[in-house]
């Protein structure tokens, strides 16, 4: 990346996105938000954001004037952090919080085409991993921020002044992006970007992982338009396996089991004695554990059986999201709590690595040769439209019920997905891990796409 140093500003601008990810929601806490508040939160961004980030992505992707896209977007980002604190009411603090993403959404397709117009394509995928490697330390970096923040000024002047300042620091820091943009970025011609092969920049998006934020944020605008970038959902529906589309429904379901987790997680942490500065510190060790065993996962994806290893991790995330209730419950905030609930973040952050590798391959290697971009685009559209539904039903019910009943019943829907998953025999049949596993054969599932380190 020694071409990209601009990319430097894109790993500032993405510490404010990675503070305001928990920030939003801890500030609707100290507003007196409510379980179902929060569950609105996560799921009116995922709603607006999702059909947003695929509109900009299309619409970014055909400008001439790339850079101000880019530039336009973390101004915008800049501006709804500076106002969000302004605003009296929670309502308006969802409504900004959906347009902070759909205003991050603009900048992705636009990042992914600059960093790869100048280069080789043997050196695309390196270039596109580089790319999320400032995005993703940068992201680290704004939960560092709210971990150092709320420790030291929340502490000083109080939680909701402390936010309310940290909301205008990331301003700033977004601010200072778009600048550092603007002087450092290059503009690549318009034959360069013509030159570009779309379908393969798609195909490379498609078959990597998440990086460092996948733990604990679902909404990933890049991801989202360039793998349902050539989506034709009536040649899919034809053409469209029993075993496929059975997976999907199990997708649906272990998704919406997550976020009906961690969208009231704010509210229940804040609640049994959490500070924010431990809040941000949970989630950071949450999205380190998964990064630091995306390799780990990728090396298990090709020696054993992918159903069962998804299986398992789904099941461990299921036992564990619950025991985040008992263990708060039982332990609280006290120097016990925090060790608990830490090591019970990391088991989440590493199963999610797991459930991400796999469940790229299983979708790549189910669907029809013709159709695997397409289908990874299904997985994609369909894991964030449950990531919503999933937001609303956990704050609901937590609302109702309680936080150990949400997490319990989160647990429960996971599980009702990897019965789905652990009952189509055909995903082993088909990438023929089981049959390696089990020593009958050297030909299986091999890491292709677990190998990938695109966003």
Do not use: K
């Amino acid at each position: 990346m020694e071409g990209h140093r601009w990319l430097y500003g894109w790993g500032l601008g993405s510490v404010a996105l990675g503070a305001a990810s928990l920030l939003v929601p801890l500030y609707v806490v100290e507003l007196g938000g409510d379980p179902f508040e929060l569950g609105l939160l996560g799921a009116v961004a995922a709603f607006i954001g999702a059909p947003g980030a695929i509109v900009w992505g299309r619409l970014a992707d055909r400008t001439r004037n790339r850079r101000s896209v880019v530039v336009g977007s973390l101004l915008a980002v800049a501006v709804v952090l500076g106002v969000t604190p302004l605003l009296p009411t929670i309502p308006l603090v969802i409504l900004a919080n959906a347009l902070l993403w759909l205003s991050f959404a603009a900048a992705g397709p636009v990042l992914t085409l600059l960093v790869v117009a100048d280069v080789p394509e043997g050196r695309w995928n390196t270039e596109i991993a580089g790319l999320n490697r400032y995005q993703g330390y940068g992201w680290a970096g704004g939960l560092l921020l709210g971990i150092a923040w709320s420790a030291t000024v929340g502490r000083l002047f109080g939680p909701v002044t402390g936010q309310r300042y940290l909301f205008l620091a990331c301003a700033a820091a977004s601010a200072v992006a778009a600048v550092v943009l603007l002087r450092t970025m290059p503009a690549p011609s318009e034959r360069q970007i013509r030159r570009l092969d779309r379908d393969r920049v798609e195909q490379l998006l498609s078959t990597g992982r998440r990086g460092i934020r996948g733990a604990t944020f679902r909404f990933a605008p890049t991801r989202l338009y360039w793998r349902t970038r050539s989506l034709h959902p009536d040649r899919m529906a034809e053409r469209f396996t029993p075993t496929l589309a059975a997976y999907f429904l199990g997708v649906v379901l272990f998704f919406t089991g997550f976020s009906a987790f961690f969208a009231p997680l704010p509210l229940y942490l804040t609640g049994v004695g959490f500070s924010s500065d431990l809040v941000f510190a949970l989630y950071l060790i949450s999205s380190l554990g998964s990064a630091a065993f995306y390799t780990g996962a990728g090396r298990l994806s090709g020696q054993y059986d992918i159903r069962l290893l998804q299986t398992g991790a789904l099941g461990l995330r299921s036992v564990v999201m619950p025991l985040v209730a008992v263990a708060g419950a039982a332990l609280a905030a006290g120097l016990a709590g925090v060790l608990v609930n830490g090591v019970l973040f990391v088991l989440i952050g590493i199963s999610w690595a797991v459930i991400a590798v796999t469940a790229g391959t299983i979708v790549t290697r189910l669907a029809p040769s013709s159709l695997r971009g397409e289908a990874l685009g299904v997985y994609t559209a369909l894991s964030t439209l449950a990531g919503g539904i999933g937001s609303i039903a956990g704050g609901a019910l937590a609302n109702a019920s309680g936080f150990v009943v949400a997490f319990g019943v989160a647990g429960g829907v996971i599980v009702a997905g990897a019965v789905i998953v652990v009952a189509l025999r055909g995903i082993s049949e088909r990438t023929g891990a089981g049959r390696r596993a089990a020593g009958e054969g050297n030909g299986g599932a091999a890491g292709d796409t677990a190998g990938g380190r695109t966003e």
